[in-house]
């Protein structure tokens, strides 16, 4: 008998099964909505290019985030002593040596930000829902391949300090199978990416060769 219940899932079954319901949600709101989510998913793969730049935002985010918890415990007091005595006792769960954690948060508050944004869908030509569909699977593809790189580099940085904790596994887990090693422009899921910006291309010419409109009638 096992400790607990496993439900075992594999790297390629979860991103069919996000990029089918991302294409679904997709080809309802059109073409405009999901290439403005496109634009932002490809902003935070730069981060995966230049890792600088996450350590910047992280420290710039974190003093933020103190200076500010440091003016509200220290309302109505603005003696500056106070406020820097209270501003090195805050400790956040992210810094600028370990920035992942914080970008996991950031990817997965601005999904269900996103996706959560009312758009008006009256009036969608076919063609804006054909293309809104294709862009949905280029977002999935793009956010479970950004949540990957995001976990496996956090553990990269944080593994001594994990392996010393001794957490006990949860009783209930899903354990994802077969994910792939490598970066987010290494192997084969990249080929699925330029594949995908080629039927977003191939889309758009279609459109223009049969004269029907990408936005609305």
């Known amino acids: 008998m096992t400790d607990g219940l496993v ?51 992280a420290e710039y ?23 820097e005595q209270l501003y090195g006792g805050i400790r956040l769960p992210f810094d600028s040596n370990n920035p992942y954690p914080l970008l996991i948060g950031v990817l997965v508050l601005f999904v269900l930000l996103s996706y959560n944004v009312r758009v008006k869908t009256e009036g969608l030509t076919a063609m804006s829902r054909v293309l809104g569909g294709v862009l949905g699977l280029f977002n999935a593809f793009l956010v479970i391949s950004l949540f990957r790189e995001y976990v496996l580099r956090h553990f990269q940085k944080a593994e001594p300090a994990f392996s010393a904790a001794g957490e006990a596994a949860p009783r209930v887990s899903v354990a994802l199978e077969s994910v792939p090693p490598g970066g987010l422009m290494a192997g084969e899921r990249w080929d699925l990416a330029i594949a995908l910006l080629g039927l977003i291309v191939a889309v758009v010419f279609l459109s223009i060769l049969t004269h029907k409109p990408i936005g609305k009638k």
């Open 7 to 57: 439900l075992p899932i594999t790297y390629d079954q979860l991103m069919l099964l996000l990029m089918g319901l991302f294409m679904f949600v997709g080809a309802t709101r059109g073409w405009r909505q999901e290439f403005y989510t496109s634009v932002v998913l490809l902003a935070l793969t730069a981060v995966l290019v230049r890792p600088e730049l996450a350590e910047k935002v």
């Open 61 to 83: 985010v974190n003093s933020l985030i103190r200076m500010i918890l440091a003016f509200v415990r220290g309302f109505p007091s603005l003696d500056f002593a106070t406020l």
